[in-house]
């Protein structure tokens, strides 16, 4: 089949094969592109969308990268069950096996020293939402009209001040709890709060962290989250995961991007 190679992730070999109905970006199966002890996880895609023009005026489209980032993640989470992925960005693409192999020559060394880092370990993701203050969120039967000016500035004070508590309480809640996890992570990321306009979560997000945690001490991460999660009414927490470690995926170039 020609067109050009899309590369999904970089890692070591591994003797556990993928399942066999797996399919990538534009429905062809991924397949493994061997260069001395690493191996690209690559599969065809045409160049009438994936060559530079096409594929800059498709980035604009946003039906397309949506089914283009859920093909991708379907490749990097099949293969995080059976060996440990280091994931390049959406879109990376190249002409052929020989620039696939090209770019490997040129980052061997720091694609060893991250996957040597990362062996065993994988992505939790925790995020903390605000939601309305506790009188806001069930309905609640009309308020008396105020009587004067002054009566209006104070049930609005009032209500201010409800809210300002609720923020306080959380960024407490969320400090304590991004410490207690950090403590059984090897490492931690903390991203820019979610935009709810984009994420479609209800609430404000005041913690959007990353946690790096050896496979075998997931399930002891996973119970810490659980305890927490009714401590604070209006608090909301969210656990992701496991992921391939994209958050610390680039490391040696202080690279990070936000999932």
């Given at each position: 089949?020609?067109?050009?190679?899309?590369?999904?992730?970089?890692c070591r070999?591994?003797?556990?094969?993928?399942?066999?109905?797996?399919?990538?970006?534009?429905g062809?199966?991924?397949r493994?592109?061997?260069h001395?002890?690493?191996?690209a996880v690559?599969?065809h895609?045409?160049?009438?969308?994936?060559?530079?023009?096409?594929?800059?005026?498709?980035?604009?489209d946003?039906d397309?990268?949506?089914?283009?980032?859920?093909?991708?993640?379907?490749?990097?989470?099949a293969?995080?069950?059976?060996?440990?992925?280091l994931?390049?960005?959406?879109?990376?693409?190249?002409?052929?096996?020989?620039?696939?192999?090209?770019?490997?020559?040129a980052?061997?060394?720091?694609f060893?020293?991250?996957?040597d880092?990362?062996e065993?370990?994988?992505?939790?993701?925790?995020?903390?939402?605000?939601?309305?203050?506790?009188?806001?969120?069930a309905?609640?039967?009309?308020?008396?009209?105020?009587?004067?000016?002054?009566?209006y500035?104070?049930?609005?004070?009032?209500?201010?001040?409800?809210q300002?508590?609720l923020w306080?309480?959380?960024?407490?809640f969320?400090?304590?709890?991004?410490?207690?996890?950090?403590?059984?992570?090897?490492?931690?990321?903390?991203?820019?709060?979610?935009?709810?306009?984009?994420?479609?979560?209800?609430?404000?997000?005041?913690?959007?962290?990353a946690?790096?945690?050896?496979?075998?001490?997931?399930?002891?991460?996973?119970?810490?989250?659980?305890?927490?999660?009714?401590?604070?009414?209006?608090?909301?927490?969210?656990l992701?995961?496991?992921?391939a470690?994209?958050?610390?995926?680039?490391?040696?170039?202080?690279?990070?991007?936000?999932?």
């Amino acid at each position: 089949m020609t067109g050009l190679r899309y590369v999904y992730a970089v890692c070591r070999p591994f003797g556990t094969p993928l399942q066999a109905q797996l399919t990538g970006v534009g429905g062809d199966p991924p397949r493994l592109l061997p260069h001395h002890d690493l191996v690209a996880v690559v599969s065809h895609v045409p160049e009438a969308d994936f060559a530079e023009e096409p594929l800059r005026a498709h980035l604009e489209d946003l039906d397309w990268l949506t089914a283009v980032a859920r093909a991708h993640q379907g490749v990097i989470d099949a293969l995080t069950t059976v060996t440990t992925p280091l994931p390049l960005r959406l879109g990376t693409v190249f002409r052929d096996d020989s620039g696939v192999r090209t770019m490997i020559e040129a980052r061997e060394e720091s694609f060893r020293r991250t996957l040597d880092r990362l062996e065993g370990r994988v992505e939790w993701g925790v995020k903390v939402y605000v939601e309305s203050a506790p009188e806001e969120r069930a309905p609640a039967p009309p308020a008396p009209r105020p009587a004067s000016g002054r009566d209006y500035l104070r049930q609005r004070r009032t209500a201010s001040r409800a809210q300002d508590d609720l923020w306080r309480r959380a960024e407490n809640f969320a400090t304590r709890l991004h410490e207690t996890l950090s403590e059984c992570a090897e490492d931690s990321r903390i991203h820019a709060p979610q935009n709810p306009a984009l994420s479609g979560a209800s609430g404000r997000n005041v913690l959007n962290a990353a946690y790096l945690v050896p496979r075998t001490q997931s399930e002891e991460f996973v119970e810490r989250v659980d305890r927490t999660k009714d401590g604070e009414p209006g608090i909301r927490v969210e656990l992701t995961g496991p992921w391939a470690a994209y958050s610390f995926a680039g490391e040696e170039t202080s690279g990070e991007e936000e999932r």
